[in-house]
């Protein structure tokens, strides 16, 4: 049986939203307030985490995205996603380009992702895709939450977690300084 984790790049109080800039949303781009020390460690923790997945699970906002930046991008990262199976939930997307992509039908997204888990081994990690991501820890589908914490407060935007039907426990399992200023932090989902 996988393990799914949900993998955010997060800012100190809370927001996932833009984090590039490439939106509307006015306080977006807050990614890029790193170091470019702090940006290579980052890079290195991420290609760490791409080489022990097993997959990707993605929403398709986010397939879109990764998909139009990381298809035809050289080195071992870039190479190491286009390898790894990926699965999109999405009603709409007909003709992924991005090779070794599956689309699952987001009718019943909780349906499709129980199957996932059941079937495959390792772990499926859930980059970005914030409805997605919400689903999964509302209806006990994430095994871990990891956020990369960058040192800013936003004061507005998305936060990665939102409303839920009731609490939802998690206990921190690893913590890690990556560079000089971001933090690495796995949490277990339970008790």
Do not use: C
């Amino acid at each position: 049986m996988a393990k799914i984790i949900i993998s955010q790049n997060i800012t100190l109080d809370g927001v996932v939203q833009d984090p590039t800039g490439e939106g509307d949303f006015d306080r977006g781009g807050w990614f890029n307030g790193i170091s470019d020390a702090d940006r290579t460690a980052w890079a290195a923790a991420e290609y760490e985490e791409a080489l022990a997945a097993s997959a990707m699970l993605l929403g398709r906002r986010s397939y879109d995205y990764f998909a139009t930046r990381w298809a035809d991008r050289p080195g071992d990262w870039a190479d190491r996603l286009r390898e790894l199976p990926k699965y999109v939930i999405s009603t709409t997307l007909q003709d992924p380009q991005w090779p070794h992509t599956t689309v699952l039908p987001s009718g019943d997204a909780l349906t499709a992702t129980k199957e996932l888990k059941e079937t495959l081994n390792g772990e499926i990690v859930v980059y970005a895709s914030l409805p997605l991501a919400r689903t999964l820890i509302e209806n006990d589908l994430a095994d871990e939450v990891r956020l990369m914490v960058y040192p800013t407060v936003l004061g507005a935007g998305d936060r990665l977690f939102g409303e839920t039907s009731s609490a939802k426990p998690m206990r921190l399992v690893d913590a890690r300084t990556v560079g000089d200023s971001l933090a690495f932090l796995t949490y277990r989902l339970g008790a």
